[in-house]
């Protein structure tokens, strides 16, 4: 059984710094493409970033450019989000996700996990 459990959430001011970390088990690792999805209260879910399976490519939404980091380490199985110059509109739930491939993980992952509060106070 796969499991994706997501870490590091918390609340901090804005201007702040959060890495969240996804462990993964239950499936080959390396062999998947990663990447985080978060919902906000009362709007959608929506894709932040993902990386390849070997974490040479990766791709983020416009609005966390140049804030935020996503790497993964295949030794440990586990998936980063480094957060720096946290917004206020950045406050979400974040969701760590898995997929075979680069088109996958982005629009129909074939794994979720449970999520972690992210609350950016300005």
């Known amino acids: 059984q796969v499991h994706l459990v997501e870490s590091g959430g918390g609340l901090v001011q804005a201007g702040g710094s959060l890495r969240l970390s996804c462990a993964a088990s239950g499936l080959t690792f390396y062999n998947y493409a990663m990447g985080w999805f978060r919902q906000a209260p009362g709007k959608e879910r929506e894709f932040v970033a993902r990386t390849s399976w070997n974490g040479v490519s990766t791709y983020y939404t416009d609005s966390v450019k140049g804030r935020f980091t996503i790497s993964k380490d295949n030794a440990k199985n586990t998936l980063y989000l480094q957060m720096n110059s946290l917004k206020p509109e950045d406050t979400a739930i974040y969701y760590c996700?898995?997929?075979?491939?680069?088109?996958?993980?982005?629009?129909?992952?074939?794994?979720w996990g449970l999520g972690t509060q992210v609350t950016v106070s300005s």
């Open positions: 996700v898995a997929g075979l491939s680069l088109v996958d993980v982005r629009t129909r992952p074939d794994y």
